[in-house]
């Protein structure tokens, strides 16, 4: 996952709190993303892998991320991004709902998905991040 740092970074606007809808929205964009559920929480699939789901606190985002991502998003917003001792050995990350820009959910959202997505999906995609 390659984040953009500058969009990435806090910035001290008000903003309004992103929602599981938005989210929604924004994965539906994404091709081949399946609604469903993981763990009985709302989710979202590609090719049957994981792409986005709603943690089981209600307030957060469970995201497929690399270990080396993670850490820095870590290090860098550590009021948005987080990790609980269950998510130490695996490659996700937590998202607070509550503190994320959803100017940031796009490229969180399609890095997710080129993790998971089939490489023909990905070959194909020109999508929410205007890459490709």
Known sequence: MRVNRSKARVRGSKKEPVTW?????LALELPGAEEGTS?????F???????????????????PVD???REMLLAEQPEVFYITDH??????????LSRVRADQLPDLLVQAWRRAAPRRLVAEFHGLDREG
């Open 39 to 43: 763990y009985r929480t709302p989710a």
């Open 67 to 69: 270990f080396a991502d």
């Open 21 to 25: 809808e938005k989210v929604r929205q």
């Open 87 to 96: 998510y130490l050995n695996y490659p996700l990350v937590l998202v607070r």
């Open 45 to 63: 699939k590609v090719g049957g892998k994981i792409l986005i789901r709603l943690h089981q606190d209600g307030e957060s985002l469970v995201i």
